[in-house]
Each structure stands twice: as structure tokens, then as C-alpha cells.
């Protein structure tokens, strides 16, 4: 008898549009929100037209876009093991856990990519599970996390935030690359152990929207997309703007509770963004929004550009821009930066059928 066929990657002729349109805005939206980091500016020293820019990140950027693309990951996470059982996400995940180690390396202490790798491999206990038991235990894993953050939060003393010096002035790029060498491993356990229960939260919350057919088939799922918007929109506004408050102060506690608000009220709005385009891919009139699907399918590239452009104008051994912008120009940048990903993807995928990091990704997953 012969071997069944080894399962095989997602043609682009047979990719969902909806989940790339959401994965290419949701790399613009983080970038905007990593502008900060890579700059080395502090949001509550913020004034004028910079306070102004922070509050538009507060309010639609902070926290939404990071959810929407943890809820993505949990969804294509189901997708393989669906084609190809545990064995084909472990490796998956394997591959993007050395990836992004070299990416937090190599290039960028704020790398993702590995994080989610490891907290993905808890999604193979999940491998049958239905909608509805992946929303629950996204609710009970997101509580986990809440209710004793909540209970810490209460307690944090009294002080004013410091900011840290993620690089030093002068620092050359060999010895960043050893001090985050001997980073690495306390820092990916440390985010872990700190943002762990969360992520599973979004990875099941982004199974159930996979399992149900919301990403998928958005046009049967009218109803839970307007409740999702609608329902989003009411919880996850104020929220954004209690958390642009909380921006504006130098307490140590605001700190700690905007971390709360950005994390809760970006989930909320995240779902409030895919209902949004959700319904409007139902109806057929996502329109010039289709664009962002391009720079979607090229997610991986694009991401890691984003980080060598970034630390590129601004770490010492760049431009050494670092500590030298505000929110704004910081802000116009990455918009910039990330329209201009968008339409170099469009034009890339004319030609070839997918990005390099994305080809050696699936070579390395299925050999072939």
C-alpha cells in the first residue's frame, strides 16, 4: 500500500482572505506601538503633539493589535494540527522557538516570536477541543493571569517609574549581541512565567475563532461578529481611554495598573477590530483594506525587517537616534515604514508565492 502524502503547506489559492487582511494590519498596529521601545521614549514625559500621538496609541493601538495577532497564532496553531496532528506543530513551534531566539539575539530584546513558540506547545493537550471548551479555558487561563496580577497591583508601593536602558550610548553591536546572550534564557522564562496564562487565553480565544469558522467563513457568522464589535467597542473604549490616562502619570502603581488595562481592554478591542472587518469581508467591501493581506502572508519578513530597520536609525551602532524622538515623529515612522512594507509585499507576491523567512520556515517544518 503506499504511504499517504506528508501533509503540506496552505496554497495562497487556498488562504482564507480575512486572517491575512487581520495579520497584515495587526504588523502595522504593533509597530506603532514598538516605535516606543525603539526609540527609548517614555510615554508619561510626553507633551504637546506628542502627548497627542501617545493618546491615539493608547487608544487604538496599545494592546489591540498585539491580541490580534496572538489570537491569529492560536488559530493557525489549530490549523496544524488539524493537517498534521502534534507532530507538525511541534516542529512548527521548534523552528520559530530557535528563530526567535536569534531574533532576540541577534537583532532585538522584544522578540515575540519565541514566547509564542513555547507557550504554544500547551495547545497540543487542546488538539480536539471545540469551540466552546477553547473559549472557556481561554476565560479560566485569562483569570489565572488577572486575578492575581490584580492582587499584586494592589500592593505595589509607592515610587516613580524608571526607564529602562534596553541599549547604552556607545554600546557597539558585539556587545549587545553577548549581553543579550546572557539574557536570553532568563528573559524568554521571565516573560513566561509573567505573561504565560494570558497568551494561552488569546491562542484558545483564536482556536475557537478558527474551529467556529468566523475567520474562515465570516459570511455564516454575521451575528458573532456584530456581537463581537459592538460588544468590544462598549468594554474596550473606555478601557483604551483609562489606560491613556494612566499613561500621563509617573507612578510606579500606574504602571502596573495600565499593564491591567492595556491587556484587558486590548482584547476587547481586538475583538471589536475583527468583528469590524469581519463583517466587512462578509459583505464583500473590505476594499483597498485587501492590501494588508499581502504584507499578512509575508508576516514573518516583515516583522524581522521592522526590527533591522528600527534598531538600525536608532541603537549606537546605527544612526543613534535612541532617546532623540518623541511619540509623534516616532509614530509617523512606523506608519510610514509600515505602509511602505504593505505595498513592497503586493508587489513581491506578483512575483514569487511567498517571503524568504516564510520559505525557509516551511522547509525546515516539512522538508520540503
Given at each position: ?10 496554497r495562497p489559492s487556498a488562504r482564507a482572505p480575512l486572517p491575512d487582511v487581520l495579520r ?54 489549530f490549523t496544524f494540527l488539524e493537517r498534521g496532528g502534534r507532530g507538525l506543530l511541534l ?68 515610587g516613580l517609574r524608571s526607564i529602562p536602558d534596553t541599549v547604552q550610548t556607545g554600546q ?197
Open positions: 500500500m503506499l504511504s499517504p502524502d506528508p501533509p503540506a503547506a496552505t497584515g494590519l495587526a504588523l502595522l498596529g504593533i509597530l506603532c506601538v514598538n516605535a516606543q521601545d525603539f526609540a527609548g521614549y517614555a510615554e508619561w514625559q510626553q507633551s504637546g503633539a506628542d502627548r497627542a500621538a501617545q493618546v491615539v496609541i493608547d487608544l487604538f493601538f496599545n494592546g489591540k493589535f498585539i491580541s490580534v495577532f496572538a489570537m491569529l497564532f492560536g488559530a493557525g496553531a516542529r512548527r513551534l521548534a523552528v520559530l522557538l530557535a528563530a526567535g531566539a536569534l531574533h532576540y539575539v541577534l537583532v532585538w530584546h522584544g522578540d515575540i516570536i519565541a514566547n509564542y513558540a513555547l507557550v504554544g506547545v500547551a495547545l497540543i493537550l487542546l488538539e480536539t477541543a471545540r469551540p466552546k471548551l477553547l473559549v472557556w479555558v481561554g476565560v479560566f487561563s485569562g483569570g489565572l493571569w488577572a486575578l492575581p496580577f490584580t492582587l499584586q497591583a494592589l500592593s505595589v508601593p509607592n557597539t553591536y558585539a556587545q549587545i549581541v553577548q549581553e543579550r546572550g546572557h539574557e536570553a534564557l532568563p528573559s524568554i522564562v521571565s516573560v513566561i512565567s509573567f505573561d504565560g496564562f494570558w497568551l494561552l487565553a488569546l491562542f484558545c480565544f483564536g482556536g475557537a475563532l478558527y474551529r467556529s469558522g468566523v475567520l474562515w467563513w465570516p459570511e455564516q457568522h454575521r451575528s458573532t461578529l456584530r456581537l463581537m464589535l459592538f460588544g468590544g467597542a462598549v468594554v474596550g473604549l473606555p478601557l483604551s481611554a483609562l489606560l491613556a490616562y494612566l499613561n500621563t502619570q509617573a507612578s510606579y502603581s500606574a504602571d502596573y495598573w495600565g499593564i491591567l488595562v492595556r491587556l484587558t481592554g486590548g482584547l476587547a478591542l481586538a475583538l471589536a477590530y475583527i468583528g469590524g472587518l469581519g463583517l466587512l469581508s462578509a459583505s464583500g467591501k473590505l476594499g483597498w483594506l485587501t492590501a494588508f493581506g499581502a504584507s499578512g502572508r509575508l508576516a514573518m519578513s516583515n516583522y524581522i525587517a521592522q526590527s533591522l530597520i528600527m534598531t538600525s536609525l536608532f541603537y549606537p551602532y546605527g544612526a543613534g537616534l535612541y532617546r532623540q524622538w518623541g511619540a509623534l515623529p516616532a509614530l509617523v515612522l512606523a506608519l510610514g515604514l509600515g505602509l511602505l512594507q504593505v505595498g513592497l509585499s503586493n508587489l513581491y507576491l506578483r512575483r514569487f508565492q511567498s517571503g524568504p523567512l516564510e520559505w525557509l520556515v516551511r522547509k525546515l517544518v516539512y522538508g520540503r
